[in-house]
């Protein structure tokens, strides 16, 4: 390998607006650990799910330049309302003037793709943030890639700061979480496949689990994200060649690193060290 080619190598950049994404990153590191990841974490403007369609775009953005300002060739957007508002435009519309040659990657499609093959009866629910439910992204894309399929969508605003508060074990997630999985289920009978929308769920899932009937299946992202990717790079052996492979991995946040190590921590299952970047 000469200079020139290594010089073109960089890590893969993955992007939250919080922490949740850390899920999404644990994953790809099992699953991919010969690469070297940068993880960016917008904690200082978290959360996303509420905020406009204007404003999410503009931050993730903003993300997107810096990781690749930092040598990432390949951004996944590990953030299900970053995905929903602001992927397409930044594909469709910035990445031709950035750099054509960089990629960015949501994680919507490939869990549609998933919950698609996982259901029997074309009947899907999904939990998520108030900004991804509000989007229909995954209606959209289940219904483009599954005819004749139902989707029902289901906001849960507490989940996020149940997680976030380190709450997801107590009592009072208990009562959350049954009163969003009823209201879900209560949309209709036949759904036997839920998506946990946003990547701050997984931390629920064995409450979740408790609510939910036998028989429905429950389909979390992170595994989900990291088979696609390694399909991904396996079919585009030309971005595959230019990411670097050192398995290490750096962790920055917006918000002040004393703040967001040791939450992150949870996530990961690991110490985590992180540095502060501002964005603009």
């Given at each position: 390998m000469n200079k020139d080619e290594i010089s073109d190598m960089g890590p893969i950049g993955v992007f939250d607006s919080g922490f949740g994404g850390l899920s999404i990153l644990r994953d790809l590191r099992q699953v991919l650990p010969q690469y070297d990841y940068l993880f960016l974490g917008d904690n200082a403007r978290a959360p996303y799910g509420s905020r406009s369609y204007q404003l999410?775009?503009?931050?993730?953005?903003?993300?997107?330049?810096?990781?690749?300002?930092?040598?990432?060739?390949?951004?996944?957007?590990?953030?299900?309302?970053?995905?929903?508002?602001?992927?397409?435009?930044?594909?469709?519309?910035?990445?031709?003037?950035?750099?054509?040659?960089?990629?960015?990657?949501?994680?919507?499609?490939?869990?549609?793709?998933?919950?698609?093959?996982?259901?029997?009866t074309g009947h899907v629910g999904v939990f998520g943030t108030p900004g991804t439910i509000g989007s229909g992204s995954y209606d959209i894309e289940i219904k483009k890639l599954h005819e004749g399929f139902h989707v029902y969508g289901h906001a849960c605003p507490m989940w996020v700061p149940l997680v976030e508060n380190r709450e997801s074990d107590g009592p009072g997630a208990d009562y959350f979480v049954k009163k969003d999985v009823e209201a879900l289920l209560s949309q209709s009978p036949l759904i036997d496949a839920i998506i946990l929308g946003c990547t701050h769920y997984p931390l629920l899932l064995d409450k979740i689990r408790r609510y939910v009937p036998d028989g429905v299946k429950i389909v979390g992202q992170g595994a989900i994200v990291a088979d696609s990717l390694r399909d991904y790079l396996m079919r585009h052996p030309e971005m595959e060649r230019r990411l670097s492979r050192g398995g290490t991995c750096e962790y920055l946040t917006t918000e002040e690193p004393e703040k967001f190590s040791p939450l992150a921590s949870v996530f990961v299952r690991e110490p985590v060290s992180a540095a502060h970047v501002t964005l603009a």
């Open positions: 999410v775009y503009e931050f993730t953005l903003q993300a997107v330049k810096y990781l690749f300002s930092r040598g990432c060739r390949l951004v996944i957007l590990a953030c299900n309302t970053a995905s929903a508002k602001a992927l397409r435009t930044i594909q469709q519309r910035d990445l031709p003037t950035l750099d054509p040659s960089r990629r960015v990657l949501g994680v919507i499609r490939p869990t549609a793709e998933q919950a698609g093959r996982l259901s029997h």
